[in-house]
């Protein structure tokens, strides 16, 4: 954790430039990010970055681009972009649950696409699409962040990191421009749809093994018995090693998944894991949760992307413990951090109360229950010695923990809505000491 002038700010992650933090503003509780880059900026460069971000206000009711609120100088000069802070990223919700469901990665493809063509009508190079660019906020609608070219001038990225996603000319010649975008979302569409990279790296190969097959060439689509042709050749363009042969403009890409999208889609099987359902109509579908009830009649079901959003929620509930790790001589879980929305709180009373957890040796049982319903729960995993993990359970009340035999472990059950977040009283067992 670092204390700065605008208050304590925890470490999220590092890219290949920078370093992305999380904070929460002081009058707001309103939780922020802030990608912080090793250097100043002179006056030159801080004139381009404010006129950048001018333009890229434009884009902000667009609602599928992620952008920057303001420019921060750190107390040692360093510049950062401050902005709002999302749940979870693609790469990180693919890890968690596998790729996604046809339906979803088209809904995904399009608003994506929508706001690189509304930023390339307007000018502006988006310069780094990838993955870990594309963002879900906690309702699980899609953002694609980092729009720009001024910083990425000023601070290079080291072309072997995430050399796999790079368009061909880019490695080759540092090219980017609206064509090496195009790329960037064929890569993306490739990871939602497959799981991984569309170069990926082989057990024994040469580290340079990956750049040469990008600098090859093209690339073939996932193998998927859903896939539809439609769906694969468009990857398959937008990964064309030839950047004439890519989609003329994001537009047109715009267009080719709107008429791929429908009421149902032919052959659509859901990933594994996930089940399918069409997004709601309109130009660049948000994706949101939809839950239901715990008894009456069957709602829509959930779709991989619905899963980001519970995760999402709960991911941004337990920032704090996704940055801790335990205390060899007890298990210490953080305390639920304040609601990370700038709408009031009501005074609620409620809590989660977890039963005492039943021990089987190589796994645990825990059920719970709460005062508040439709909370979507995770459940803190912290054993002796070794970093707390989460594990995500949506609306469920009881879940069964994998465990090592002999090892202590305590657990936290938390939960969240958009108005409150909720703790349970952390239960070990095998003699653990569970402190919060």
Not at 40 to 64: F, Q, Y
Not at 147 to 166: C, M
Request: hydrophobic fraction near 40%.
């Amino acid at each position: 954790m670092a204390d700065t002038e605008h208050g304590e700010l925890v470490p999220l992650g590092e890219g290949p430039v920078a370093q992305v933090l999380a904070g929460v503003h002081g009058t707001t509780g309103e939780a922020f990010a802030l990608k912080v880059y090793p250097g100043k900026l002179d006056r030159r460069t801080r004139d381009e970055l404010d006129k950048e971000l001018s333009a890229l206000a434009e884009l902000r009711g667009l609602g599928t681009a992620l952008v920057p609120d303001e420019v921060w100088e750190l107390a040692d000069g360093r510049c950062g972009i401050r902005m709002e802070l999302c749940a979870q990223s693609l790469p990180e919700l693919v890890a968690a649950f596998g790729p996604l469901s046809t339906t979803d990665t088209l809904a995904l493809g399009e608003a994506l696409a929508s706001a690189l063509a509304e930023a390339h009508q307007a000018g502006l190079v988006h310069g780094g699409v990838t993955p870990g660019n594309v963002l879900f906020r906690p309702s699980g609608a899609p953002v694609l962040a980092d729009f720009g070219l001024t910083l990425r001038q000023v601070f290079p990225r080291d072309l072997e990191r995430g050399v796999e996603y790079l368009a061909p000319e880019t490695v080759r010649d540092g090219t980017i421009d609206e064509r090496t975008d195009l790329y960037g979302l064929g890569a993306v569409l490739y990871l939602a749809l497959s799981g991984r990279p569309p170069h990926q790296g082989r057990p024994g190969e040469p580290a340079d093994a990956v750049t040469l097959r990008v600098l090859n060439g093209d690339v073939t689509p996932p193998a998927r018995p859903d896939l539809p042709a439609g769906l694969a050749h468009l990857v398959s363009s937008l990964l064309a090693g030839n950047p004439d042969a890519r989609p003329i403009d994001a537009a047109l890409v715009v267009t080719r998944l709107g008429a791929l999208i429908g009421p149902t889609v032919p052959g659509d099987h859901p990933a594994p894991g996930a089940s399918g359902t069409v997004p709601p109509p309109g130009p660049a579908r948000e994706l949101v949760a939809e839950y239901g009830p715990a008894a009456g009649p069957p709602r829509k079901r959930r779709t991989a992307l619905t899963v980001a959003a519970v995760a999402g929620a709960a991911a941004l509930a337990v920032v704090a413990v996704l940055v801790s790790t335990n205390r060899p001589a007890e298990l210490s879980v953080p305390p639920a951090p304040s609601p990370t929305t700038a709408r009031p709180t009501p005074p609620v009373a409620t809590q989660v109360d977890l039963a005492t957890p039943a021990d089987h040796d190589t796994y645990v049982d825990l059920s719970w229950r709460s005062s508040t319903p439709d909370l979507d729960y995770a459940v803190v995993v912290a054993p002796e010695g070794k970093p707390n993990h989460i594990e995500y359970v949506r609306r469920e009340t009881s879940h069964r923990v994998d465990v090592e035999p002999s090892q202590k472990y305590c657990f936290v059950i938390q939960g969240t809505n958009s108005l409150l977040t909720v703790q349970s009283a952390p239960q070990g067992i095998r003699g653990a000491r569970c402190t919060q």
